[in-house]
């Protein structure tokens, strides 16, 4: 509680059962000075595209080396093939791991919605033809807007993970 007062913490939730007779005194998360406080603007002073406009920033030199493949704007079209196929190894024997869809408030099912037919219309993305399904739903960034999320649960514990270790830093730095 102390970390609260103090303002250390930008957002804190309470769970209770639902049913329950007890009242909550409490702010909306829409309230503008939850949603901006000064946390909040330094976090993403330091780490959005402002990076890309603040010649002090440790990384400006860098960014600027590379501003052909960094952009301050995602692409609308998909890069040229090259020809890399993506696949998930998954355990041998596992069945197809589906989790069915479940209902969406309006809000998140337009935002999803709206996403998608935006990315179709780019040719970003097409129909799935995968056995494997998962659920996908919203939820709220600090600063109001949504943020996707698509629950793998199931197919997380049925893939194989990578046999090829992270490479160091200093490898990658001398292979460019």
């Known amino acids: 509680m102390d970390s609260l007062k103090a303002g ?3 957002e804190v939730v309470l769970l209770r059962p639902e049913g329950s007779s007890l009242e909550l005194n409490s702010s909306s998360v829409m309230d503008p000075e939850v949603l901006e406080d000064e946390r ?9 595209a402002a990076i890309l406009k603040d010649p002090s920033d440790p990384y400006y030199t860098l960014l600027r080396e590379f ?3 960094v952009s301050d704007d995602p692409p609308s079209v998909l890069p040229p093939d090259r020809g890399v196929r993506h696949e998930i190894d998954l355990v041998p024997g596992t069945k197809y ?3 069915r869809q479940w209902p969406l408030p309006k809000e998140q099912f337009d935002v999803i919605d709206a996403f998608f037919a935006a990315k179709h219309a780019a ?3 097409r129909e799935s033809k995968s056995p494997h399904s998962s659920p996908t739903f919203c939820v709220r960034k600090p600063n109001g807007k949504w ?3 698509h629950a793998f649960n199931k197919l997380n514990v049925a893939t194989i993970p990578a046999s090829t270790p992270i490479p160091r ?4 730095h001398v292979t460019g």
């Not at 909040?40 to 959005?48: A, E, I, L, N, V």
């Not at 830093?169 to 990658?172: E, G, I, N, T, Y």
Request: charged residues 30%; glycine residues 8%.
């Open 147 to 149: 943020r996707m999320v």
């Open 123 to 125: 040719g970003m993305v």
């Open 67 to 69: 501003s052909d493949v």
């Open 40 to 48: 909040t603007s330094k976090r993403q002073t330091r780490y959005g």
């Open 97 to 99: 791991c589906t989790t």
């Open 8 to 10: 250390e913490l930008a």
């Open 169 to 172: 830093k200093d490898v990658l």
